[in-house]
């Protein structure tokens, strides 16, 4: 009897069940039958519900619809971001720019760069970015450091001169792998320039004979750079990678590439 009463069946002395009481009724022995109590409607003008909120109801129901799309939307993007969940974002608000990086590498100080994050396993993988003075560059579009052709010769010129060495018996090397433009979402166009750079060295600089001086690579390096302009600024996203390790992680360097974003302050 406890379950056929558990499922809303009541039991007649003889065994056999009697139809369900009627939702609002009771038939509890001590206790009246009861029935709920009509409720009166009450019906809002839409008159009566712009002077209470000041909306009418196409309104109301258009900024339902409104936050409800906000909502799905931010969703979306919490989604997206904890799916790249190997990623941080860095975004300078004061300078104007965003970029993705390795959640695992660690910020360097005093680098000179205006940002720099480094592979604390690693060393020689780091991504950094450097942003032109707004004193002395008046910048419209990338399109003003020429073609990608052209800024692919400015931006191995600057690697050149920023890895000189006084050491003797030191030689660089470089070539311009390849340079392109990309137009993203936020409709901006941006140059991506790739170079290569290997620095050889003397074992024994100082060596009279020059059978003696045996040359020997010391680093053989890509640098991948991304170059756009706002706010009458040249902002370039520089990474740095071994190429040995270029293949491994191509996906992974792609990815802070194509995130590299400049935005008006």
Known sequence: MAACCRYGLAVS?????????PFGHSKIPGRASTSHTNIPRVSVTNTQLK?????????????ICLGLHFFNTYSDCLAAENAVGSF???????????????????????????????????????VSVEISSPSSSRFKEVRDLGP??????????????????????????SKIVSSGSRVFEDGKEYYEVQVNVKSYANNRQLAVMPQDRVVQLEWDRRYLSV???????LYELRLQVP??????????LRKIMDSFRVFKV
């Open 227 to 233: 170059l756009g302009v706002e706010n009458n600024r």
């Open 148 to 173: 990608p052709e052209q800024a692919a010769q400015k931006v191995l010129k600057q690697y050149l001169t920023e890895f000189m060495s006084t050491r003797i018996g030191v030689r660089r090397e």
């Open 243 to 252: 190429e040995y390790v270029l293949g491994k992680e191509e996906g992974e």
């Open 88 to 126: 941080a974002r860095h975004m300078d608000q004061l300078d104007g720019y965003a970029f993705s990086y390795p959640r695992a590498w660690i910020p360097v100080r005093g680098s000179g760069a205006d940002v720099f994050f480094r592979d604390p396993v690693n060393l020689d993988e780091n």
């Open 13 to 21: 002395s003889d065994g056999s069940p009697n139809s369900t009481p």
């Open 51 to 63: 002077l209470a909120t000041g909306l009418s109801r196409r309104e109301l129901g258009l900024g």
